[in-house]
């Protein structure tokens, strides 16, 4: 596509529910981020894929919080018994797959999926 | 640990002026930064990098800095305008691909 796509926009849940987010990178981008913003604060680190697998998971808050990519594209991020601290802003980015601008690792967002907790 | 800072929280400017964010960082030696524009409910959009061994770096009217012994970076905006009131975020890059952000400056520049 021609940028990082996430559905749902905004999702409302109640607290105990379980939701999932996904993000659909930018084709041929082999890199994919997940990020965290609550209001007014900057990008908390969650989880990087690279192809389907995740060198680095150490940003995950809690064992609620999982995450899945497959065929080397499309992400889900999973939030089991959600609690009303998972409010926030979950971003998606992904990277291009060339290593010399991977190096750089120049990010591209999504607009986000709003999740509230309440 | 390492530490990004980005010393204002928000900063107004009038028109014109040129608007001087800031970024500071500590227990890193980054091979590179990065800043990022964010505008509300959007995600954050790649403006700038600029390599360790780059004293400056521009692009139209965005000038970015970047000091290895201060440990800091600055990000001008010359002859602001109102469509470049945003969000102002700082990254580096960390290890395993992984980048820190900074918690960003909210920028507004006043007609």
């Known amino acids: 596509g021609a940028g990082v796509s996430q559905s749902p926009s905004n999702k409302v849940t109640e607290k105990g529910k379980d939701v999932e987010l996904r993000c659909d990178p930018i084709?041929?981008?082999?890199?994919l981020y997940w990020y965290r913003q609550s209001l007014g604060q900057g990008l908390e680190f969650l989880i990087y894929?690279?192809?389907?697998?995740?060198?680095?998971k150490s940003g995950l808050p809690s064992d609620r919080f999982s995450a899945e990519r497959t065929g080397g594209s499309v992400s889900t991020l999973t939030i089991q018994r959600t609690q009303q601290e998972d409010s926030a802003v979950y971003l998606c980015?992904?990277?291009?797959?060339?290593?010399?601008?991977?190096?750089?690792?120049?990010?591209?967002f999504g607009a986000g999926t709003r999740l509230s907790v309440l | 640990s390492q530490k990004i800072e980005q010393n204002s929280e928000a900063l107004n400017i009038q028109e014109g002026k040129t608007a001087t964010l800031t970024c500071n960082y500590t227990?890193?030696?980054?091979?590179?930064l990065q800043w990022y524009r964010q505008d509300p409910g959007r995600g954050p959009v790649f403006l700038l990098l600029?390599?360790?061994?780059?004293k400056e770096k521009r692009k139209e009217r965005l000038k970015v800095t970047f000091d290895t012994t201060l440990k800091q970076s600055l990000f001008h905006i010359t002859a602001s305008q109102p469509a470049d009131s945003a969000t102002y975020l700082c990254?580096?890059?960390?290890?395993?691909?992984?980048?820190?952000f900074g918690s960003g400056t909210r920028l507004s520049i006043r007609p």
């Open positions: 980015a992904s990277s291009h797959r060339d290593s010399a601008i991977l190096a750089k690792n120049i990010q591209y």
């Open positions: 600029i390599r360790e061994n780059e």
């Open positions: 894929f690279q192809g389907n697998s995740a060198p680095d």
């Open positions: 990254a580096l890059y960390s290890s395993a691909s992984k980048i820190i």
């Open positions: 227990n890193y030696s980054p091979a590179y």
């Open positions: 084709s041929g981008h082999t890199a």
